[in-house]
């Protein structure tokens, strides 16, 4: 299949209005309907109407950004850890405070991402969700972390499909546009040293930090 739509999207500058927009919360279970299976594995948050009072109003669909995945929070790490579910390397690791800094720290950082927010109608839920896929390969499984998102425009909107392979080609086409829109210095965060440098298909260079997107509180 060969797609009509465009693999940049959002103007060369950086984010427009209404974005930056923030969304952040514990790493929580989905429906378990085996994304990860299909290579696309999401982090879901939780949408809480206190917390992100904008999204009951606005546009079902996928939007893209920045996450920043806290493993290291008091509380939530020790939560997931006990469900054993940080890193998955906890058994190698001794209990002095430089390996236990190394466990928690495993899977923290800034990441491209690209997220759907609605109904799913492919599956037809009929409660709202936030799912996240961080555009990065985790070796493990991360849910009671705190992930936190800049998010900064938006892709489509959400549509039914004929076919999961359908649902999933297009999902994989959402992360080529988010890559190479997050790959312009006006979208990439200033200083920082993003997993997005060296990605594949992306030309900047590794370790690359020439963004000049400013987000006071995207990193804390
Ligand atoms: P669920 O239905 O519980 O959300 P998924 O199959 O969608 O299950 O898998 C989501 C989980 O996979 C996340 O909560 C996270 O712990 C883990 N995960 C591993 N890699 C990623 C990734 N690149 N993006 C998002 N989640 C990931
Ligand atoms: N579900 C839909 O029913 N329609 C969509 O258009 C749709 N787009 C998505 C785009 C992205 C980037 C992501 C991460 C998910 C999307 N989903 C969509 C949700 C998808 O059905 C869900 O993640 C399933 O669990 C995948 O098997
Ligand atoms: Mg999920």
């Not at 999401?42 to 939007?63: F, K, Q, R």
């Amino acid at each position: 299949m060969t797609f009509s739509r465009p693999s940049i999207v959002g103007p060369e500058a950086g984010p427009e209005l209404p974005f930056p927009v923030k969304m952040e919360g514990p790493v929580i279970s989905g429906f378990g309907r085996g994304s990860k299976e299909l290579g696309i594995p999401t982090a879901n948050l939780p949408v809480d109407a206190e917390a992100t009072p904008w999204i009951a109003d606005c546009v079902s669909g996928v939007y893209f950004g920045w996450a920043v995945l806290e493993a290291a929070r008091p509380g939530e790490a020790a939560a997931a850890e006990a469900k054993g579910v940080i890193g998955g390397v906890t058994s190698k690791l001794g209990d002095d405070e430089d390996e236990s800094k190394k466990r928690t720290t495993a899977v923290s950082g800034l990441y491209p991402m690209v997220m759907s927010i609605g109904y799913n109608p492919f599956y037809q839920n009929t409660t709202r969700t936030a799912e996240v896929h961080i555009l990065y390969p985790f070796a493990h499984d991360f849910y009671g972390a705190h992930l936190r998102l800049a998010i900064l425009g938006y892709i489509r909107p959400e549509k039914n499909y004929d076919s999961l392979e359908a649902l999933v080609e297009d999902i994989q086409f959402d992360c080529v546009v988010a890559k190479q829109s997050l790959a312009r210095p006006g979208w990439t965060p200033a200083g920082q040293s993003t997993a997005l440098a060296g990605a594949e298909g992306v030309t900047a260079d590794k370790g690359a930090t020439n963004g000049t997107l400013v987000i006071p509180w995207l990193l804390g």
